[in-house]
Nanobody, 120 residues
Framework: QVQLVESGGGLVQPGGSLRLSCEASISIYSIGAMGWYRQASGKERELVAK???????DYGDSAKGRFTISKDSAKNSWNLQMTHLKADDTAVYYC??????????????WGQGTQVTVSS
């Protein structure tokens, strides 16, 4: 079983920056894809950013040009650097890991969620 722990959420003013972190209980070399998703009140969960074990990145349309995902193998973690934040970025952010498990296939794991609020 894989556990993910998120940190870094909080309140920030429009135009500001925030950095989220997700630490896994296993090596990131054992994770096929690492990502961040968010869910705003009354809306469906959506992709923010993801990166595969071999470095292929993908960003949601709202994140392109503003957010950057990175990973740190030494810390078994990955981060989301958010800049030029807007009120529409307000949401609960969840980190995600996709892991291949023998005889079980691909499994998704989720962090507990961390609140990001962008407001003046």
């Amino acid at each position: 079983q894989v556990q993910l722990v998120e940190s870094g959420g909080g309140l920030v003013q429009p135009g500001g920056s925030l950095r989220l972190s997700c630490e896994a209980s296993i090596s990131i070399y054992s994770i096929g894809a690492m990502g961040w998703y968010r869910q705003a009140s009354g809306k469906e969960r959506e992709l923010v950013a993801k990166v595969t074990d071999d470095g292929i990145e993908d960003y949601g349309d709202s994140a392109k040009g503003r957010f950057t995902i990175s990973k740190d193998s030494a810390k078994n973690s990955w981060n989301l650097q958010m800049t030029h934040l807007k009120a529409d970025d307000t949401a609960v952010y969840y980190c995600n890991a996709v892991v291949w498990q023998t005889l079980r296939g691909w499994k998704h794991y989720w962090g507990q969620g961390t609140q990001v609020t962008v407001s003046s």
